[in-house]
């Protein structure tokens, strides 16, 4: 697991150098942001341990199996001191429930045991972090805006391999997350709605982190056919 710095608040942890999961540190702790894929949560909890802090929260931005795939083992390994949160309809799609029309595209596990405590919806706040809906990639993804310095944790509707790109855009560097993404038409509008947040810092679940990200997301909406419009 390779950590990096990225704020005061904030630490990225990168597994197998394509998924990304962070802590963001609160006053109690950390909230940890996705879990990566299966078999990381040794990794996880040492390097919160590094950081020292113990993880009190668990929040994901999806129900892809490359975002919640270490949850179970962390939750058996944190029992009733961690909190779980999961967006709404994801929730909802993890627990088995027909939420959309039509099958859904991307690695869902389908044996997920743990249940969220807490289902997020767009405007919750977890610790410092703000939800903001970002439907698109799956029907219930969301984002996190960290309230005291601007940070985006957008997980996977961008994605910045070779530069900040919409996920429903076609990108050969990294095709995986654009061809499990659900609703192209939806992330695009995710994508004008999160740059007119005109966040300091932009982190995601696939790549690096981008400061001043706000012309790298203006190009990448415009070549994936949206038009950004300016905060009002
Ligand atoms: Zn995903």
């Given amino acids: 697991m390779k950590t990096a710095t990225v704020t005061p608040n904030l630490t990225q942890l990168t597994r197998m150098r394509f998924v990304n999961a962070y802590l963001v540190r609160e006053d109690d702790g950390f909230t940890l942001v996705d879990t990566t894929t299966g078999g990381a949560a040794g990794a996880l909890l040492a390097a919160a341990e590094r950081a020292g802090a113990p993880i009190r929260r668990i929040a994901l931005t999806h129900g892809h199996g490359d975002h919640a795939g270490s949850l179970d083992a962390l939750k058996e390994r944190l029992g009733d001191s961690v909190e779980v949160l999961i967006p709404e309809l994801d929730a909802r799609i993890l627990a ?74 076609f990108f050969l560097r990294f095709p995986l997350a654009a061809m499990a993404t659900w609703d192209r038409e939806q992330t695009v509008a995710t994508a004008v709605a999160l740059r007119a947040l005109d966040p300091a810092v932009l982190v995601v679940g696939h790549g690096p982190a981008v400061r001043d990200p706000a012309a790298a997301m203006d190009r990448a909406i415009a070549r994936a056919g949206g038009r950004a419009k300016a905060r009002t």
């Fill in 96 to 169: 088995g429930e027909h939420v959309v029309e039509g099958k859904l595209p991307g690695g869902w596990p389908k044996d997920l045991r743990t249940a969220p405590d807490v289902r997020l919806n767009a405007g919750d706040l977890v610790g410092s972090l703000e939800v903001v809906a970002a439907p698109g990639h799956t029907p219930g993804h969301i984002a996190f805006l960290d309230t005291r310095d601007g940070t985006l944790i957008a997980g996977d509707a961008f994605t910045t391999y070779g530069g900040v790109a919409v996920t429903s855009h």
